[in-house]
């Protein structure tokens, strides 16, 4: 079944009532994903849900769709009633549910490109400016299934040619994942420094950029690489031992100089989680290097195996922070740079380049946004963009500037995350020097950012008395007088839990 994309409307009738059913099915089907959420959980709503799209109702029909062939199969094994029931109880003409795999059976065409990602957006060439609207996904651009000798063509998913290092931002946020990622894509014959290299950062920061920058780079240096998604990746895995080639699947995977894996957070189930371990082992043990992209640090990963988690922190792991307002400055007169050379018509004056930059904090893509909306605008209306047409058309995508509330488990993962131990270590009753510094310090953070008490704070850590938070608010307190650089970190580490 070929997709179209938009949501629309079952059932006949003038395009009014068309307009009313689509509207009515799109809400039913937010509920149903809410419920779904609440049900099933945060991790497993990610994992499988996130991206599953309604394309229509019609006929009683429900026609759903995913990205990939591996999505479909495992909703339609595991999920397939439970979103049926849900479905029916929010709308009651619904009696079938159908996922379709968005993107197939459609002709053959190249893949479009995706959107440049946070960090992304040096000035490109006028004669390739990007898409005015967001295309599909990296997932969304793989071929069906791996295909050619004994159970897999793992030529990976494409690389995106527009994702470089020559196009990377750079600034102090991801200066030290650029320069580990350049160190990595450049190895010279001797063994791997930083292996595996292990990204983490929010949505939309450039994490992903990066892993296409370091395949193009390695790729041109003659190594052999293959840059995979978690889905893709164990997409082919099952289809390995569905046609009894698993041994040649993980054979042609361990023959590569350099294995680039995106979101890896992603990767469910035990025996496939069992072969990314061997996988990353027999690689590393190998000598040869290993890339691994998520959206949080691997002491986080729950439904990875604690061997895999330790295996990955083992490594070189990196965080790309969130952007300031200089790197989201640069991103944008780079995008805006972009697009003018394809539309010379198209003008921003600085006081709105520099409203949108300071009005849009929370990563690149949205800044992506913001452009493709000020140039349909000005080319759709004929009219300049004002200050005025800026606020109205990003309205959406400023982020709500009222007081964040922070909440205690909050700052015991990002603490944790920062000096690399777990949040069960925080909360345990070791007393080693890697752990008690970042405890005290998540201690002191919840007493100058909660509005809890003592006592509460306490319990919070593990069911500690009031005395050994004190003991540790003082400390810190003492601390950061003497101590510059630990100050440094300290108010970094609340200017991340405010933003």
Do not use: C
Not at 197 to 220: M, P
Not at 291 to 314: I, K
Request: a positive charge; hydrophobic letters at 40%.
């Amino acid at each position: 079944m070929q997709v179209e994309g938009n949501l629309t409307g079952g059932g006949s009738g003038g395009s009014g009532r068309g307009d009313d059913a689509a509207a009515e099915n799109a809400q039913a089907w937010t509920r149903v994903k809410r419920r779904l959420r609440a049900e099933l959980g945060e991790d497993i709503f990610a994992s499988w849900f996130a991206r599953l799209e309604l394309e229509e109702v019609n006929a009683g029909t429900a026609r759903l769709s995913v990205p990939t062939r591996f999505l479909k199969s495992w909703i339609e094994s595991h999920y397939l009633d439970r979103v049926l029931n849900t479905f029916r109880s929010e709308l009651e003409q619904v009696a079938r549910i159908e996922v379709g795999v968005r993107g197939t059976g459609a002709p053959a065409r190249p893949a479009a490109p995706k959107p440049l990602s946070a960090a992304t957006a040096a000035v490109r060439a006028p004669a390739a400016p990007a898409p005015l609207t967001a295309p599909a996904s990296p997932s969304a651009t793989e071929t069906d299934a791996p295909r050619g000798e004994a159970g897999g063509d793992l030529s990976g998913a494409p690389l995106d040619v527009r994702l470089s290092f020559v196009n990377f931002v750079v600034a102090r946020s991801n200066a030290l994942a650029h320069a580990a990622a350049e160190r990595v894509s450049r190895h010279d014959g001797e063994a791997p420094l930083y292996n595996p290299l292990y990204v983490h950062a929010g949505v939309g920061l450039g994490k992903t950029h990066l892993l296409h920058a370091i395949g193009h780079a390695a790729r041109e240096a003659g190594r052999r690489v293959i840059y995979l998604t978690a889905d893709r990746f164990m997409y082919g895995f099952v289809n390995a031992l569905k046609t009894q080639n698993a041994l040649a699947f993980k054979e042609r995977l361990r023959a590569i100089d350099l294995l680039v894996l995106d979101d890896v957070q992603f990767i469910q189930g035990k025996s496939i989680q069992a072969e990314f371990g061997h996988t990353i082992n027999a690689l590393v043990d190998a000598g040869r290097q290993v890339v691994v992209a998520s959206d949080r640090p691997p002491t986080e990963l729950d439904a990875l195996e604690e061997r895999v988690r330790s295996r990955l922190a083992g490594g070189l792991v990196v965080e790309i922070g969130g952007l300031d307002e200089q790197l989201r400055a640069s991103i944008l007169s780079a995008r805006l740079a972009a697009v003018q050379a394809a539309h010379p018509n198209f003008e921003v004056s600085p006081q709105v380049a520099a409203y949108v930059a300071k009005a849009i904090t929370a990563n690149g893509r949205d800044l992506e946004g913001a452009v493709n909306r000020l140039l349909a605008h000005a080319t759709l209306t004929g009219s300049p963009v004002t200050m005025e047409t800026a606020e109205t058309a990003i309205r959406d995508l400023v982020k709500n500037r009222e007081p964040k509330r922070i909440k205690i488990e909050d700052i015991q993962k990002l603490v944790a995350s920062r000096y690399n131990v777990s949040r069960s270590d925080i909360l345990s009753e070791r007393r080693t020097a890697a752990v008690v510094k970042p405890r005290q310090i998540a201690m002191y953070l919840s007493k100058v950012l909660t509005l809890r008490s003592l006592p509460e704070i306490g319990r919070r850590f593990g069911g500690r008395d009031h005395t050994t938070v004190l003991h540790a608010v003082r400390k810190i307190e003492k601390q950061i007088g003497e101590d510059a650089v630990l100050g440094d970190e300290v108010e970094l580490l609340k200017r991340m839990l405010q933003d």
